[in-house]
């Protein structure tokens, strides 16, 4: 139960997910301050997703041990364990790549981490109690979730990587 109390409070209270950030940038006129605002939403952003996934971590910690009692297989859960922790961690380093290339490949890592977390979560699914079920769910949904929105990042880093080296190459044209 105390699971299912931590996922909601996470799918409620994430303000990565609820926030329009298109409002806050058309109302400014000023290409300096229009590009500062810019900074300071990606940063807000950035954050807000490193604190959503440290929470995931502390859900998944708190749906762990209340399996105790159930006897489920205690090696699947301690791989459950570390993976939902190597998602925010390996977010961290991404956010402190020292190039583009390297803050792909973190971004992929948190990704495959947070993929071989749902692996570890559906191992563990057949061995529930009913009463875990519903924080399961929950635990799975949230997941989907992270794993969407590392996809999303992935795509529109390699996206403006592509734009990047295409504008490089037309300058270097001329």
Not at 104 to 133: D, G, T
Not at 161 to 168: D, G
Request: hydrophobic letters at 40%; glycine letters at 2%.
């Amino acid at each position: 139960m105390l699971g299912t109390y931590f996922c909601s409070y996470v799918r409620a209270k994430s303000p990565f997910v609820r926030m329009n950030f298109g409002v806050v940038l058309s109302s400014i006129t000023d290409d300096r301050n229009h590009i500062l605002m810019a900074d300071l939403l990606s940063h807000q952003r950035a954050v807000a997703l490193q604190e959503r996934c440290l929470r995931y971590a502390c859900c998944v910690r708190s749906f762990i041990r209340s399996l105790a009692r159930y006897g489920v297989d205690r090696v699947d859960n301690e791989q459950l364990w570390r993976s939902s922790g190597s998602i925010g961690a390996n977010y961290i380093e991404a956010r402190e790549a020292m190039s583009r290339k390297d803050f792909l490949y973190r971004i992929r890592l948190s990704r495959k981490e947070a993929r071989e977390s749902l692996f570890w979560l559906h191992v563990i699914h057949p061995s529930l109690h009913r009463n875990a079920l519903e924080a399961w769910n929950a635990i799975v949904t949230e997941t989907n979730e992270i794993i969407s929105i590392f996809t999303a990042i992935a795509k529109t880093t390699e996206n403006n990587s592509s734009q990047l080296a295409q504008n490089k190459s037309q300058v270097a044209n001329r």
